[in-house]
């Protein structure tokens, strides 16, 4: 069950951790992310000691974390570190959030851990502005996608799969919030007319999490050929939905 942490928070931002190359569970690994220094919300609302900057999971469970030494508010440097983070499924990006805001926060959340060989995390500033494929009122038992892309082979694109309007909210408020079910992890696939997946058409590594989307890396594939492009999001709640469109790929012009 997922809620906002602690009221006095103002803000959070989607975090995506890179689990994409951990083929078996259980798995646990340590990650590492870098804030952007262009992020001009975040440098231009947190505290200069960075205490109201905190890490949960999609829960919003605080997590064991620590800035890496060397963080500079001035010089708009912060590596975040998170240690021994489950992983819940085989070539998964899980979806935790980062916290801040908070002008007159006195607790100090982080802790001194020991960091080894860690995993990348992501934090996404970009926005969905075309190839959206709105998850809300689909139809699970449709032969085909209702939202169509064309690519041609060499192409590599983003969809943005919208889970807007799909997750469950409390009936009532708790920490001056709504939340009740969130986006814990995402797989992606990219299946053929047999129903093969194939991960040379797409881009694991580049699937990202942002405020109610996945962004999803669509390639290669064979010309005249379509493929369900699909991402299937797993809930706090163990919810499973697949959103997903149809990708024909086609070779518009001579080479």
Not at 61 to 90: C, E, H, S, T, W
């Amino acid at each position: 069950m997922a809620f906002w942490f602690n009221e006095e928070y103002i803000y959070r931002k989607s975090i995506t951790l890179d689990f994409s190359t951990t083929n078996s569970i259980p798995a646990n690994h340590d990650v590492e992310i870098t804030v952007p220094s262009d992020w001009d919300l975040f440098w231009d609302t947190i505290r200069s000691d960075f205490l109201d900057v905190v890490v949960t999971d999609a829960n919003g469970v605080v997590q064991q974390f620590q800035r890496k030494a060397g963080a500079n508010y001035a010089n708009k440097n912060l590596v975040l570190q998170l240690d021994n983070i489950q992983v819940p499924a085989p070539n998964s990006l899980v979806q935790f959030f980062v916290y801040y805001g908070y002008a007159t926060e006195s607790t100090d959340r982080s802790s001194s851990i020991t960091i080894s060989t860690p995993k990348n995390g992501y934090i996404f500033l970009g926005a969905p502005l075309a190839r959206i494929v709105d998850g809300y009122g689909l139809v699970p038992t449709a032969n085909a996608p209702t939202t169509t892309f064309v690519k041609q082979t060499t192409e590599e694109i983003d969809v943005f799969f919208s889970f807007r309007g799909l997750l469950e909210t409390r009936t009532t408020e708790s920490n001056g919030r709504l939340l009740f079910e969130e986006v814990e992890f995402v797989i992606v696939n990219s299946l053929d007319s047999g129903g093969s997946n194939s991960d040379s058409r797409y881009d694991l590594a580049s699937t990202r999490f942002l405020g109610g989307y996945v962004v999803a890396r669509a390639k290669g594939g064979a010309n005249n050929t379509d493929y369900a492009f699909l991402v299937r999001l797993s809930t706090t709640n163990k919810q499973i939905y697949d959103i997903r469109c149809l990708m024909k790929t086609k070779d518009l012009l001579p080479t």
